[in-house]
Structures are given as C-alpha cells and as structure tokens.
DNA sequence: AAATCCCTGACAGAAAGTGTCAGGAATGTC
DNA sequence: GACATTCCTGACACTTTCTGTCAGGGATTT
C-alpha cells in the first residue's frame, strides 16, 4: 500500500469514526504509530482541521463542517489574483512562488469548464513585462476600470473594437483593431492588436484610448493561436495568426 | 514540491485547461514527462477518467463529473496568494485591484475559522515595503523557503528562535531571538525581532541568517500586539509590546 | 504519582521516486 | 509511404523520501 493510499485511507477513517487513538489508526493502517504522526500532519499540512486532546479518553478527532465548502469565484476575482500572482513573481523572487502556482491552478480548476477555458485564454493574453521607463511612466495613469471590461469582452467574444486614440503627436484618430493581448508595464497598460484599416499590427496605451466600445459586424477566427511569451520583446512582438 | 503536491496540482492543471500534453505538463510541473506519465497513472488509479488521444493535436483531457470536486487551498497557498495581491497592489495600482480583495474575502472564508485567525495574524507580520535600494540589492539572495517555513513555525506556534547570524563586519554570532515580523523591500528580506540577550528589537537580514532552529523551551505571551503598519518607517519601527 | 495520550527530533536502513535511455503503437501531415 | 507528433511502457542506476526504532517532552485524567 502505497503511502498515497494510505492517506486518503487514514482520511476516510477520520471521516468515518468519531474519535480515535493513534495506536488504533496505526494497527487499522499497518504502520508505526510514528508513521501515523507524520500522516496526521500531511493531512493538515493539505488543510484538513482536526482536534487533538491527550490524556486518557483523548484521541484525534476530524473536525466535520470546517472541511472544504467549494467557494465560487467571479471571472474578475480569479484574473485579478492571478494576475498578482504574475506580477509579483516577476517583480520579485517570491518565497512562497510555489505555493501560489498550485493555488492559482486550484483557482482555475474550481472554475466551471467554459469559464476555464475562457479564463485561461484570457489570462494567457495578458503579459507582464518589467516596469515602464521613467519618462513614459511619468503622467500615465492607470487604465479605467470600464474600459478593461471591455477589453474583456473583446477577448472572450472575439469581437473587434472601435475606440478613439490619441497619437504621441497628440493627433487624435479613429482606429479599429483586432485586440490580441495586454502588455503591462507597470503602471503602463498596452493593447496588442491588429489594426484592421492599416492591417498591421500596433501597440495601443490606454491611456490614449477613449470611448471604446464593440464593433458588432467583425469577429475573429474562432480559435487563433494565442501569444505564449512571459516577458516581451517589444521589438519582436509579433501578432496572431488565424490558425 | 512533494509528489503530493504535485499530483493535486497536476489535477490542478487538468481540471483547469481543456486538453494539454504531458510535454506541456511536464514544464508547468518541473518534472521530466516520464514522471508525468507516473503520475497521470496515480491519478488514474485513484479514479479519475481521462483521455488521451495520441498524434498530432492529440494530449490528455480529463473526463469532468466522474469525480467529486471540492477546492480546498492549503495555507501557505492562501498566504502566498494574499501576499502576491499585497505586494503587486504595493508595487503598481492595479485595475483589477478591487476584485482581488473580494477574491481575497473569499479566500480567506473558505478556511475554517482557526485557521483563517491564524492565517491573518500571520499575514498582518508580513510588512511589505519598497523595494530595497541598489547597494542594499546587491548579492542579496531570496530567503530559502525552508528558512522561512522555520519562521511561519516559530510565528504561529509563538516559539522562540535560534540562529548563527554574521553582521555587516562579517562577524558571526549566535542569536537568540522573539520573531515579530517580517519585513520586505525586495528582494531583500528582514526578521523584525527582538534580540532576547541585548533585551532590545533588532532587524536581521535572512540572506545573513544561518541554521535557524526553533527554541524549545521559549514561548511568548499567547496574544501579543501585532504590527499594524502597511510601509514601515525603518527608523520608527517599534517593537511588539506584550498585551 | 502514575498512566494515558499527543507530539517531536534524530538516525540508519528500507522503500519509493526520478531521470535517462530505449522502444512500441496510434494518429495526423506531407 | 515516410515522417513527425503524441501517448505509453520497461529497465536501470541514482537520489530522495519514507519508515521504524528509540528517546524524550508536555498535557490531561485517574
């Protein structure tokens, strides 16, 4: 019996019986009662609850009602802690990396498959590279809340978008793209799109994007190959290809 | 990361995207793709349905509603995501920012309610400042995660902490310490602490902390203040004071 | 005081996990 | 048909982890 048997064996004894000593668990299991001591603490290192009291009539007992009720996550919850996961690790050398990798694939897993799916294309979309230079950070703000969702949207339904740009010339024109990806430079954002009237690709700052919305008569390929680079180079970007 | 860890995080994986290869898995996981194989066979003895279709466009997918599923995070997953979403909002104003701390909410709610007291007077001694300067940075080192288990140990179980420290002079002394804190400027990390033989709060940088062990026989006072500050002042850092 | 029970550390031998290499079978592409 | 891609298995040396034993500490009840 392997020891990953074991554990989920040790779990449903728990589950099944009130309280227990650990010598019974270490007959019932075949094992050391040592052995039983390191299960218990595998157990709750994976976040089971379970009292304890010594003396006599004491024993380990699960504590029922605390175990896992599923929590359910909006879109923007899980993007956002995802994409703070992201970010700091490539900000920094985080100690507790690994841990946020296997949390942020619980986080996606909880998720129903078409959200996942959704998610994960969108989460794929959107790249962290390292922060802005000064003179560009200087006077950029940070993109509208509104104006992401419709992004977003743009994303998962593959829709075109129409939005005003203002150029660094402060020439203002009317662009429609294909939006592709999100570049972040902290605290500068970009759209990496294609612009469909020019039929190149462009990076857009949003911050000199204004009244964006949906272009309702244009819609991609149905699944063209996503962007899978983690840090830039904003020389060599290149855009999707319909596949 | 442990074969245990890993498996749920393969899950993870599986539950999250629709189809992958084990190529791609193996990457994700750091493992070699003949482990992966070992561990979709576990996954698979352990009841979980799966295809696998080979050739070109080919991969795994795991067979969904054939298996009971309930997300349950691990601790030092929540801190790490709690503190990837502190130190990115830190670091950058983030659109999404509002959504993670609801996802945080959430997060936080799914422990059981001893854990989730633990949890939060843990992640309240974590001090997340700006990042450290140039000569600070230099030749730092990320703090072993073993070194930083020992800590979360010594925090939770309020035990007192031993460890050979070398100072700035290269001289190298045993210590004897009170853990309070932490404090980030990354990529350097410090203990805030009280030195129990000079009987007066220190800071130690972790790259310079070898051999750290907890001390059996110290404990502190079982609830004691706890910082409350969101950018230390490194000059006016005070100490925890005993309630 | 004594007994019972939970819990931890250390250590050596045992067991399991891991990567590399080799190869087979099915599927799609050119 | 040749080739690339992908799933999958076996074997073997090497490494890591696990396991039992021993020792001891602390809490609780009798």
């Given at each position: 019996?392997?020891?990953?048997?074991?554990l989920?064996?040790?779990?449903?004894?728990?589950?099944?019986?009130?309280?227990?000593?650990?010598?019974?668990?270490?007959?019932?299991?075949g094992?050391s009662?040592?052995?039983?001591?390191?299960?218990?603490?595998?157990?709750?290192?994976?976040?089971?609850?379970?009292?304890a009291?010594?003396?006599?009539?004491?024993?380990?007992?699960l504590?029922?009602?605390?175990?896992?009720?599923?929590?359910q996550?909006?879109?923007?919850?899980?993007?956002?802690?995802?994409?703070?996961?992201?970010?700091?690790?490539?900000?920094s050398n985080?100690?507790?990396?690994?841990?946020?990798?296997t949390?942020?694939?619980?986080?996606?897993?909880?998720?129903?498959?078409?959200?996942?799916?959704?998610?994960?294309?969108?989460?794929?979309?959107?790249?962290?590279g390292?922060?802005?230079?000064?003179?560009?950070?200087?006077?950029?703000?940070?993109?509208e809340?509104?104006?992401?969702?419709?992004f977003e949207?743009?994303?998962?339904?593959?829709?075109?978008?129409?939005?005003?740009?203002?150029?660094?010339?402060?020439?203002?024109?009317?662009r429609?793209?294909?939006?592709?990806?999100?570049?972040?430079?902290?605290?500068v954002w970009?759209?990496?799109a294609r612009?469909?009237d020019?039929?190149?690709?462009?990076m857009?700052?949003m911050?000199?994007?204004?009244r964006?919305?949906?272009?309702?008569?244009?819609?991609?390929?149905?699944d063209?190959?996503?962007?899978?680079?983690?840090?830039?180079?904003?020389?060599?970007?290149?855009?999707?290809?319909?596949?």
């Amino acid at each position: 019996m392997s020891r990953l048997d074991r554990l989920s064996d040790l779990e449903a004894h728990l589950r099944a019986r009130g309280e227990t000593t650990v010598g019974s668990l270490a007959a019932a299991l075949g094992v050391s009662e040592r052995t039983v001591f390191r299960d218990l603490a595998a157990l709750r290192a994976r976040g089971l609850v379970m009292d304890a009291d010594p003396g006599p009539g004491g024993g380990v007992r699960l504590d029922r009602g605390l175990s896992p009720h599923a929590v359910q996550f909006t879109l923007a919850e899980v993007v956002s802690l995802w994409f703070a996961a992201r970010l700091s690790q490539g900000a920094s050398n985080l100690p507790w990396s690994g841990a946020a990798r296997t949390g942020l694939a619980k986080l996606l897993g909880s998720l129903a498959r078409p959200r996942a799916t959704e998610l994960h294309a969108l989460c794929r979309r959107v790249i962290v590279g390292p922060p802005a230079s000064e003179p560009v950070r200087a006077g950029a703000r940070a993109p509208e809340r509104e104006l992401l969702g419709t992004f977003e949207r743009a994303f998962s339904e593959r829709r075109g978008l129409g939005f005003h740009y203002t150029d660094q010339q402060g020439r203002q024109t009317l662009r429609r793209v294909e939006p592709h990806g999100l570049l972040v430079e902290p605290p500068v954002w970009y759209v990496l799109a294609r612009d469909l009237d020019k039929g190149e690709p462009r990076m857009f700052r949003m911050d000199r994007i204004a009244r964006a919305r949906l272009l309702p008569d244009i819609r991609f390929h149905p699944d063209f190959a996503v962007i899978d680079v983690q840090v830039p180079d904003r020389e060599r970007w290149r855009p999707l290809t319909a596949a």
